[in-house]
């Protein structure tokens, strides 16, 4: 008998962990932060509620880091074991986690400032750089179709989830006496089909057990043809009025495939715009990662970027600016209009796009492009349920800007998406959802029964199943 039990993102999207015990092994799936309100992410300070020095191993989905995020503290707390993912994991993984370290230290070194003034404690960072390193000494790659013993009697495999460069969809097997196996086959996030770069997600045929994502369980995303379409009439609209255009993006995954269709706009003639500038440090190194694994793309786009354009992203985009430094960041809020400005956080709530906001937000002519989830709690969700007046970098600004969201651009699979993968089981699994606020994954569950007649759960915090 094995036990799983749900530690994180459940009946919330962020936080993703879940332990499972079998064999007299205790295997980590995840081990993510939790984003959103600040009463939320005060949960990453909590110990965790099991022994890391305990667990016989690690495994990870991919690098964001409601899936990742915690490495760093686990290994702060005890855990010495090895962490399995895939080469595009590991490669993206050390990027993010040691700029996740970076704010921690940064954000506790300003508190501190005015605790000491105050008279008050000190706090210290979530973690630091050294925990970093420590957990990234730990990255042992897996790829794609290569089953990998991980403890004793447990194996995984990774497979293609389409969702960012690396990301997998986890099967675990379990072996048993007498030739005898058990599957359980968590989706990670899935991707959505219409990526320009990424292979679509795998289809799995067998599982004992699922655990699938419901992000996006109660709708399905714009047709991209329709939100291409939009997007270039914004640009047109931004341009005709003199503004710039703002886009909060994450570094990972969303802001390369802004980058893929900007270019494809660029070479059809019909970019305006003269300067795109890619505001974000680890967005711009993410990129030249991307650029390293483009052998992992699609047939189509791998040979297109390939042809004349050098096979990476910047000859594809000729007008892409890339600014990493600070004074190079500052230098852009010197330009009125007529600029394309992509920048970190996706969810708005800090990075460099707050800065740009301050200076462009509360102009009539400048327009704002969300082109992914606004968890709640965040700023980017407030601009989306349309508040007039908000407050960044200190200062009350109010918000005069045209918003437009544009949901085709999501990496995840939307409801037809999920239940078309879901589809090709030969028979049903013993199905949970999660990654999803509660009502998005009752929705999914609803249609899942209406569409294939199977039954899914949606589990409770710390719930412990046996299968």
Request: glycine share 8%; proline share 4%.
């Amino acid at each position: 008998m094995a036990l799983l039990t749900f530690k994180g993102a459940i009946r919330q999207v962020t936080g993703s962990c879940y332990l499972l015990e079998a064999n007299g092994c205790r295997v980590l799936l995840e081990c993510g932060m939790t984003q959103g309100y600040r009463r939320d992410e005060a949960q990453n300070r909590n110990h965790f509620d099991f022994m890391p020095e305990d667990l016989d191993a690690v495994v990870i989905s991919h690098a964001h880091l409601d899936h990742s995020g915690l490495l760093p503290k686990l290994v702060a707390e005890g855990y010495t074991g090895p962490i399995y993912m895939t080469p595009g994991t590991a490669a993206l993984l050390e990027l993010m986690l040691s700029d996740a370290a970076s704010l921690q230290e940064r954000d506790s070194d300003w508190e501190n400032k005015w605790r000491k003034r105050a008279g008050k404690p000190l706090v210290e960072p979530l973690y630091t750089q050294a925990d970093t390193d420590a957990a990234l000494a730990l990255r042992k790659p897996s790829d794609y179709g290569q089953e990998t013993i991980v403890a004793e009697g447990i194996s995984v495999i990774f497979h293609e989830a389409g969702h960012i460069l690396g990301s997998a969809i986890v099967e675990i097997i379990l072996h048993e006496a007498h030739d005898l196996t058990r599957k359980l086959v968590f989706s990670g996030d899935l991707g959505n089909s219409c990526s320009p770069f990424l292979r679509p997600p795998a289809y799995r045929e067998e599982a004992d057990l699922l655990l699938l994502e419901s992000t996006y369980g109660d709708r399905d995303h714009r047709n991209l043809d329709e939100t291409l379409a939009e997007f270039q009439e914004i640009l047109d609209a931004a341009w005709a009025s003199g503004g710039n255009v703002l886009i909060p993006s994450f570094a990972v995954g969303r802001t390369q495939d802004l980058l893929y269709y900007l270019g494809q706009f660029y070479q059809a003639g019909t970019l305006k715009q003269q300067a795109v500038f890619l505001d974000s440090p680890m967005a711009i190194a993410a990129t030249e990662i991307y650029d390293r694994f483009h052998q992992d793309f699609k047939p189509s786009e791998k040979s297109l970027i390939e042809g004349q354009h050098k096979g990476d992203l910047k000859h594809w985009l000729p007008i892409l600016k890339c600014t990493p430094t600070t004074e190079e960041s500052i230098a852009i809020n010197r330009i009125a209009g007529g600029a394309i400005i992509i920048a970190g956080s996706g969810m708005c709530n800090g990075g460099r796009i707050v800065h740009h906001f301050k200076h462009n937000l509360w102009r009539d002519d400048c327009h704002v492009i969300l082109p992914g989830f606004q968890a709640k709690g965040t700023l980017g969700r407030r601009l989306v349920d349309g508040e007039k007046n908000i407050r960044v970098v200190h200062q009350s600004l109010a918000v005069k800007a045209h918003l437009h969201t544009l949901g085709g651009f999501s990496a995840h699979a939307g409801q037809s998406q999920l239940i078309e993968w879901l589809g090709h089981f030969k028979r049903s699994p013993e199905i949970y959802l999660i990654h999803g606020e509660l009502e998005k994954s009752q929705t999914l569950a609803q249609a899942i029964k209406d569409q294939l007649g199977w039954n899914a759960t949606i589990p409770e915090l710390n719930e412990q199943i046996a299968f």
